[in-house]
């Protein structure tokens, strides 16, 4: 009789998110606020921001308003012009995100794992916009860190990793942008993406929603509950 091979799965340590359109469903809405917020200029410069922003998901948006207008416009804004487009853009989409729906699944799930494991959101919304919008949708209970910019997604993770003691390759990374995806591999984290506006590289798990995100942790990772 031929021996059987087993994978060998890892004991699971911890989870780090990123939040627009992996925890909650506002990529839309994010996507939207560049085109409001630069409808003064035609459509042509609109459809370019917007893919810019599409590429770039899990960027500062001080970074892409930035890029926008030194690189696009070729009009570079001083400190107090980009403070004051970046102020703008966050009145265009701060309460529409705070009252957005859940991804499908993600409530239930965070629910699920409540207590079991360090649980962390990585953002690239300026930290304290981001802390404040899941302080009012009541959802600060289930993290132990809520991080965002204008530090980059893998010094955090890096920076989580030794405060917490944690294996690189026993945490998974759940994302929606090649952001999230490079700062997985960048830092040795596994990596699964949720469905949204890009594409990840062939062989990348990807699921449509965080319905099914607790199977497809279990079919690789021993999850001790």
Known sequence: MKNKRYKIRKTLQALF???????????????????????????????????????????????????????????????????????????????????????????????????????????????DELRYIIKQRKMEVYFQEILGSPVQKPAHIRNLLKAYSLTPEQCIFIGDALTDYNA???????????????DFPSGTAVLPNCRELQEEIKNNFIWQE
């Not at 996507?31 to 960027?59: A, C, P, S």
């Open 17 to 127: 998110f990123d939040f627009d359109g992996v925890i909650v469903d506002s990529s839309t809405i994010k996507t939207d606020g560049y085109r409001i917020l630069f409808n003064q200029y035609d459509d042509e410069f609109i459809n370019k921001i917007v893919k810019y922003h599409q590429r770039h998901g899990g960027i500062s948006r001080v970074d892409k308003i930035r890029y926008a207008h030194h690189h696009m416009l070729e009009s570079p804004l001083t400190d107090d012009e980009l403070s004051y487009w970046s102020e703008k853009y966050s009145k265009l989409v701060l309460e529409k995100v705070i009252n957005t729906d859940w991804i499908a699944g993600a409530e239930n799930f965070l629910k699920s794992i409540h207590g079991s494991m360090p649980v962390f959101v990585i953002s690239g919304t300026p930290e």
């Open 184 to 198: 997985a591999r960048e830092t040795g984290l596994d990596f699964i993406g949720i469905k949204g506006e890009v």
